[in-house]
């Protein structure tokens, strides 16, 4: 099974322009969650694809690999959809671009759900964490996953889900973390798939694989990392470094 990880990673962002460019430490962001992603040991090639020069001659310059995209793309999983389609791979994974604390442990997780599956009946492999913080459960910027006994995925949602209208169940809270893993033709699929209401609605992307039908395994993982949307994600990162 031939294993590629690919970290989209576009110089614009709407809360923090830029910021895959910043400093951490003497190294931008985007080096070193493509540092973090190779020295994880799991993957028979890490590529960044980006439509930035910037950020391509950030990594080639660095020794590492990366490709430019040629086409507009809205999200990451078109972006990587273009630079995997001629390539002779099995799995795919898609590690956050603005997670320079990437390490091993989850990603083998989600890895090993393909593993497991010989029948090749799962199309994706996606990481989830449990939250409790009710400010983080209310928050729209933090994308709930609701999941069935068997951890397959139900749906995403920005709002809290499930709702509690009944407060003494005890329902746990997931948030679900932006690492995917897919077989090469789901994620071809959903680049040749036209946005639904469901997806448009929420602005998730997962979303459009369950609405075709596509069956997402959610595996749970307690390690926390830092993710870079603000400045004072990135200050809570250099803490942390």
């Not at 409790?132 to 928050?139: F, H, K, L, T």
């Amino acid at each position: 099974m031939k294993v590629i990880s690919m970290i989209p990673a576009r110089y614009a962002a709407s809360r923090f322009p830029g910021k895959l460019m910043q400093d951490l430490g003497g190294k931008s962001v985007i080096l070193r969650t493509y540092e973090a992603t190779v020295e994880t040991k799991l993957f028979d090639d890490v590529f960044v694809v980006t439509d930035s020069d910037i950020i391509y001659k950030e990594i080639v310059d660095n020794g590492g690999k990366a490709i430019i995209s040629i086409a507009e793309h809205d999200c990451g999983s078109d972006r990587i959809a273009e630079a995997v389609a001629d390539l002779d791979i099995d799995i795919v994974v898609n590690v956050q671009g603005d997670e320079p604390f990437t390490e091993r442990t989850a990603l083998e997780k989600v890895l090993n759900v393909f593993k497991d599956d010989s029948k090749k009946e799962i199309d994706l492999a996606s990481i989830m964490s449990p939250i409790s913080d009710i400010d983080e459960i209310n928050n729209p910027n933090t994308v709930k996953v609701i999941v069935d006994q068997n951890n397959f995925a139900l749906y995403f949602s920005r709002s809290p889900i499930p709702y509690p209208r009944d407060k003494n169940v005890g329902v746990t809270y997931y948030k679900h973390k932006g690492v995917y893993a897919f077989r090469k033709q789901a994620i071809l699929d959903f680049h040749n798939s036209p946005m639904l209401t469901l997806e448009a609605s929420e602005k998730i992307e997962a979303i459009r694989y369950l609405e075709y039908g596509k069956k997402i395994k959610m595996v749970e993982s307690n390690v926390e990392g830092v993710e870079i949307d603000t400045p004072e994600d990135l200050e809570r990162a250099r803490e942390l470094l």
